[in-house]
Structure formats: structure tokens, C-alpha cells
């Protein structure tokens, strides 16, 4: 007799009414468990059964996770979650930016909303001055208190809560604009600037620069 047919022969056999407690020979099933009841679905015996309950000290620290943290600062967003949503401001989280241009011959006024889309630009050109009197000091005031009243018209003097300041360029401009965000004119928008920056280019490396004018 050969060896795998004795071996064969030495297995136990199982008992009538009751399930074999370990796998056949040579083969790769899993043994079958005695304890299973007959209720029991394959996914209970795969995944478990229901988690057991946590105790009361786990429930009345869940006030203090994380999620309810956020929404503890997030008050806009936990009433759309709960379905009485509140209007949130456009400028809630990016303000409005005005942009101030200055350089030798003229003066750029843009104002954009907080997605950077331009609703107003304007410049020295646009109220009258022409050819070298766009680099004026007189220009550029003009120029900036005819945007202040454009904004005041469109009706952004109630929508704007939030301002960015963004100046550029060394020009007549540049002081022109500020002084009249500083009159009365300006009185509406200069209280809500909560950022100023300086967006001027500094030139490094590059070509060479043109000669300078002699005369």
C-alpha cells in the first residue's frame, strides 16, 4: 500500500449527527466550527456581531471632539448642516481688494471682489485728463474720488465689509489715492481697510536697462 493511501486510510471519521473539527487531507478548506449556531448570518461570522455600548464617561466626552469644535466656530456652516442657513457675507473670508497703480505717466484705480473679478477700473483718462497731465498729482485725486463716488453709486459702501489695500508703482499717484481715501469722500471704505500691501516690482537681473534721458 502506498504511503498517501495509508494515510488516507488513518483519518478519523466523523461521527453521524455532528461536524467534522478539522479539514480534510490535503485540502485547503478551513475547519467548520461547532459552536455556530444555526441563526447566525455569514456577515455576523465574518464582521461580528453589534458593538457593545460605550460607557456614559465616552458619551459626555464626545462634546468635546473635534467635530463639535468646528462647528462651535463655524456657526454659518452648522445651520446649513441643520437647514436654517443664515446669509454668509461675500467678504466673510476673502476681502474686497482695491488695487492702486502709480507710475510716471498715469494712475490705474481697480476694484475687485474677493473672487478677484474687477467690477470697476478706471484711470486719469477716463475723467477728462489727456496726454501729460495723466501723471499729475491733481489727475490722480480726481481720479480716485471719482471711483470712491462709483462705488457709493453701485451700492458698495453697504455690501463691502472688508478691504484690501494693494499699492504699486512710485508715481504722483500713489500719494494723490491715499490722501483721498483719507478725506471725507473715503470715510465709507477707509474703516473697513484691514490690509495693506505693496505689489511694487523690483526689477533684479534681467537685460539692461535703456540709458537715461539727457537733456
Same mark, same amino acid.
Request: overall charge positive; hydrophobic content about 35%.
Given at each position: +500500500? ?31 466550527? %461547532?459552536?455556530?449556531?444555526?441563526? %447566525?448570518?455569514?456577515?455576523? !461570522? @465574518? #464582521? ?25 466656530? &463655524? ?5 446649513? +448642516? ?10 466673510? =473670508?476673502?476681502? #474686497?481688494?482695491? $488695487?492702486? =497703480?502709480?507710475?510716471? $505717466?498715469? *494712475?490705474?484705480?481697480?476694484?475687485? /471682489? ?5 467690477? /470697476? ?10 496726454? !501729460?497731465?495723466?501723471? *499729475?498729482?491733481?489727475?490722480? #485725486? ?6 470712491? %463716488?462709483?462705488?457709493? =453709486?453701485?451700492? #458698495?459702501?453697504?455690501?463691502?465689509? &472688508? ?14 489715492? @491715499?490722501?483721498?481715501? +483719507? !478725506?471725507? %469722500?473715503?470715510?465709507?471704505? &477707509? ?8 505689489? *511694487?516690482? @523690483?526689477?533684479?537681473?534681467? *537685460?539692461?536697462?535703456?540709458?537715461? &534721458?539727457?537733456?
Amino acid at each position: +500500500m502506498r504511503p498517501l493511501t495509508r494515510l488516507a486510510a488513518l483519518r478519523p471519521l466523523p461521527r453521524a449527527g455532528a461536524l467534522p473539527i478539522h479539514a480534510r487531507w490535503l485540502s485547503q478548506t478551513t475547519a467548520r466550527l %461547532e459552536g455556530r449556531s444555526s441563526t %447566525e448570518s455569514m456577515l455576523q !461570522s @465574518i #464582521y461580528g456581531g453589534a458593538p457593545a455600548s460605550q460607557p456614559q464617561d465616552a458619551l459626555s466626552n464626545l462634546s468635546k471632539s473635534m467635530v463639535f469644535d468646528s462647528f462651535a466656530r &463655524r456657526p454659518a456652516e452648522r445651520g446649513v +448642516m441643520m437647514g436654517n442657513a443664515q446669509p454668509v457675507k461675500e467678504d466673510s =473670508y476673502e476681502p #474686497y481688494h482695491l $488695487h492702486i =497703480y502709480a507710475h510716471k $505717466h498715469n *494712475t490705474h484705480v481697480t476694484f475687485t /471682489l474677493p473672487n478677484k473679478n474687477a467690477v /470697476l477700473s478706471l484711470a486719469c483718462g477716463n475723467v477728462g485728463f489727456k496726454k !501729460s497731465r495723466r501723471g *499729475t498729482f491733481d489727475a490722480a #485725486y480726481s481720479l480716485a474720488k471719482y471711483a470712491l %463716488e462709483r462705488l457709493v =453709486y453701485m451700492g #458698495y459702501a453697504t455690501k463691502v465689509n &472688508r478691504v484690501e489695500l494693494s499699492l504699486r508703482g512710485f508715481g504722483q499717484g500713489r500719494d494723490a489715492t @491715499i490722501k483721498a481715501l +483719507m !478725506s471725507p %469722500e473715503g470715510a465709507f471704505i &477707509r474703516d473697513k481697510i484691514v490690509r495693506v500691501t505693496d505689489a *511694487t516690482r @523690483i526689477k533684479y537681473a534681467g *537685460t539692461r536697462s535703456p540709458p537715461k &534721458r539727457r537733456l
